[in-house]
């Protein structure tokens, strides 16, 4: 496009600069058609610019939650300015000024969106009433799970059917990999959520005090019983008990929380009575249980009690997709909690994604803290990365190419993205956004890489 005698700038050196700017852009068409948003959308919702253009409005907000609330449908409606504080998806306030451009007819033809970060002005109210489809979104569960990756959605679906039902469920994973996090979840979006959510940490109570710590103990029941005294069971009463790390419960009590577990009922120490529990029953464990019970190290009985539903959190190496969204909620946090913004260069952010971080999410949000905290210049570049990351890239570089050259290793590692991307998305239009190149490009590698029957089943596919 040639250069406007205005302003000496073609199209994509605008478009350049507007990407640049630290204030996120969107522009709306006159029916929730999103036509354009800069990159500070990535700070905002872990989003790419593609990634967020081709998703429908109300998925947006209902699926990704990008927004608490949206102003959106009360700008259509009301034909007038909003401007509104709102948080969003990875935990940033913001400051959102919604402006309508209407036509000639005075019919909304844009919207334009300014959103601002960490503005503390009074937020002026939408006047009447929003949709109905805006009413759902506002009244439905909050969440601080951060996920964008399609193992990650699996879980948290099944963490929603068996949110509102009493029987007992086993989260699975690596440490670090948000199981905590999930139990949370499932309180806050079933029938309990008004009530306790009390977490037990195994492997912290002496083995000595365990029973009187979960079922509490009466007055003179041992030395130092000067009083009566309710137990974790007793403080959940109504809402859920969650028994984290419950491979290191110890053998002598596993018996007993399967009684409380299986019979609703429990007796505290030195007491003949017992006691009811209504207490929904969430376990975690890091280790494999059916293992344990092989080895005698965990009673088969408790497991396949507790074992009712189970739900598998994959690691944070098998759903990569989660890492950029993560990066960015964590820097939003720790800035925001030390006052110090901070924003990651893309060769830091792309080294990071191919680190495979062993501990998880835990090991990512402190990583992401030490960053904020230390690093003096307002960009995080790989050099104030630490070498744990570089190793392991170059340990992984190493790997993969073995015994090959360079060329063979490349091509190895180009098989590679473009078979699990044919996996994962399907369609090569799909393929090519996700991998950013042509999707002629994308054609031309499945075809190199892919046999001829499957080829064919691709292109039936779409």
Same mark, same amino acid.
């Given at each position: 496009?040639?250069?406007?005698?205005? #302003?000496?700038l @073609?199209?994509?050196t #605008?478009? %350049?600069?507007i990407d640049?700017?630290?204030?996120e852009i969107?522009?709306?068409d006159?029916? &929730?058609?999103?036509?354009?948003?800069?990159?500070?959308?990535?700070?905002?919702?872990?989003?790419?610019?593609?990634?967020?253009?081709?998703?429908?409005f109300?998925?947006?907000v209902r699926?990704?939650?990008?927004?608490?609330?949206?102003?959106?449908?009360?700008? &259509?409606?009301?034909?007038?300015?909003?401007?509104q504080?709102?948080k969003?998806?990875?935990?940033?306030d913001?400051? =959102?000024?919604?402006?309508p451009?209407?036509?000639?007819?005075?019919?909304?033809? &844009?919207?334009?969106?300014s959103?601002?970060?960490n503005?503390?002005?009074?937020?002026?109210?939408c006047r009447g009433e929003?949709?109905?489809?805006? /009413?759902?979104?506002?009244?439905?569960?909050?969440? /601080?799970?951060i996920?964008?990756?399609r193992?990650?959605?699996? *879980?948290?679906?099944?963490?929603?059917?068996?949110?509102?039902?009493?029987?007992t469920?086993?989260?699975?994973?690596?440490?670090g990999c948000g199981? =905590?996090?999930?139990?949370? #979840?499932?309180?806050?979006?079933?029938?309990? *959520?008004?009530?306790?959510?009390?977490?037990?940490?195994?492997?912290?109570?002496?083995?000595?005090?365990?029973?009187?710590?979960?079922?509490?103990h009466? !007055?003179?029941?041992f030395?130092?019983?000067?009083?009566?005294?309710?137990g974790l069971?007793?403080?959940?009463?109504?809402?859920?008990l969650f028994? @984290?790390?419950i491979?290191?419960?110890p053998?002598?009590m596993?018996?007993?929380i399967l009684?409380?577990?299986?019979?609703?009922?429990y007796?505290?120490?030195? =007491?003949?009575?017992?006691?009811?529990?209504?207490?929904r029953?969430?376990?975690?464990s890091?280790?494999?249980?059916?293992?344990m019970v092989?080895s005698g190290?965990?009673?088969? @009985?408790?497991? #396949?009690?507790?074992?009712?539903f /189970?739900?598998?959190?994959?690691?944070?190496?098998e759903? !990569?997709? /989660?890492?950029?969204?993560?990066?960015?909620h964590?820097?939003?946090r720790?800035?925001?909690?030390?006052?110090r913004?901070?924003?990651l260069?893309s060769?830091?952010?792309?080294?990071?994604?191919?680190?495979?971080?062993?501990?998880?999410?835990?090991?990512?949000?402190?990583?992401?803290? %030490?960053l904020v905290?230390?690093?003096?210049?307002?960009?995080?570049?790989? @050099?104030h990365?630490?070498?744990s990351?570089?190793e392991?890239?170059?340990q992984a570089?190493? =790997?993969t190419?073995?015994?090959?050259?360079?060329?063979?290793a490349?091509?190895?590692?180009e098989?590679k993205?473009i078979?699990?991307?044919?996996?994962?998305h399907g369609?090569?239009?799909k393929?090519?956004?996700?991998?950013?190149?042509?999707?002629? !490009?994308?054609?031309?590698?499945?075809?190199?890489?892919?046999?001829?029957?499957?080829?064919?089943?691709?292109i039936?596919?779409?």
């Amino acid at each position: 496009m040639e250069k406007t005698e205005r #302003f000496g700038l @073609d199209f994509s050196t #605008f478009v %350049r600069l507007i990407d640049n700017l630290h204030d996120e852009i969107i522009i709306y068409d006159n029916n &929730y058609r999103m036509l354009y948003v800069n990159k500070a959308c990535e700070r905002h919702y872990g989003f790419t610019q593609e990634e967020m253009i081709g998703l429908p409005f109300w998925e947006v907000v209902r699926k990704h939650r990008a927004w608490d609330r949206s102003v959106l449908p009360a700008v &259509y409606k009301f034909k007038r300015p909003v401007k509104q504080e709102q948080k969003t998806y990875l935990g940033l306030d913001v400051l =959102s000024i919604a402006t309508p451009i209407l036509d000639c007819n005075g019919n909304v033809e &844009y919207v334009l969106f300014s959103i601002r970060d960490n503005y503390h002005e009074g937020k002026i109210p939408c006047r009447g009433e929003l949709t109905t489809e805006q /009413d759902e979104v506002e009244n439905a569960p909050p969440s /601080d799970l951060i996920y964008h990756s399609r193992p990650m959605e699996i *879980a948290v679906e099944s963490a929603r059917k068996v949110a509102s039902i009493s029987s007992t469920c086993l989260l699975l994973g690596e440490s670090g990999c948000g199981k =905590s996090l999930l139990a949370k #979840f499932i309180h806050a979006t079933g029938n309990r *959520a008004t009530k306790p959510f009390v977490v037990v940490n195994c492997a912290a109570i002496p083995e000595h005090l365990f029973e009187s710590e979960l079922f509490g103990h009466v !007055r003179g029941a041992f030395s130092g019983a000067v009083q009566r005294r309710g137990g974790l069971f007793a403080q959940a009463e109504g809402g859920t008990l969650f028994l @984290d790390e419950i491979s290191e419960l110890p053998l002598p009590m596993q018996p007993k929380i399967l009684h409380a577990v299986q019979e609703r009922e429990y007796r505290p120490v030195g =007491s003949s009575q017992t006691v009811t529990a209504n207490v929904r029953i969430l376990a975690a464990s890091n280790k494999n249980l059916e293992h344990m019970v092989q080895s005698g190290a965990f009673r088969q @009985d408790l497991f #396949f009690r507790l074992n009712v539903f /189970d739900i598998l959190i994959p690691p944070l190496r098998e759903r !990569r997709n /989660d890492i950029v969204p993560l990066l960015h909620h964590f820097l939003n946090r720790f800035g925001k909690q030390h006052g110090r913004g901070k924003r990651l260069s893309s060769d830091a952010q792309t080294l990071l994604c191919q680190y495979s971080w062993p501990g998880n999410i835990r090991e990512l949000a402190h990583l992401v803290e %030490r960053l904020v905290v230390t690093v003096e210049p307002e960009e995080i570049t790989v @050099d104030h990365l630490p070498a744990s990351i570089y190793e392991t890239s170059a340990q992984a570089v190493s =790997s993969t190419m073995g015994e090959e050259g360079l060329d063979d290793a490349l091509s190895a590692m180009e098989r590679k993205l473009i078979l699990n991307a044919r996996a994962l998305h399907g369609s090569t239009r799909k393929v090519a956004a996700a991998l950013h190149i042509s999707q002629t !490009r994308a054609s031309r590698l499945i075809h190199k890489y892919t046999s001829k029957t499957k080829r064919k089943q691709l292109i039936e596919s779409e």
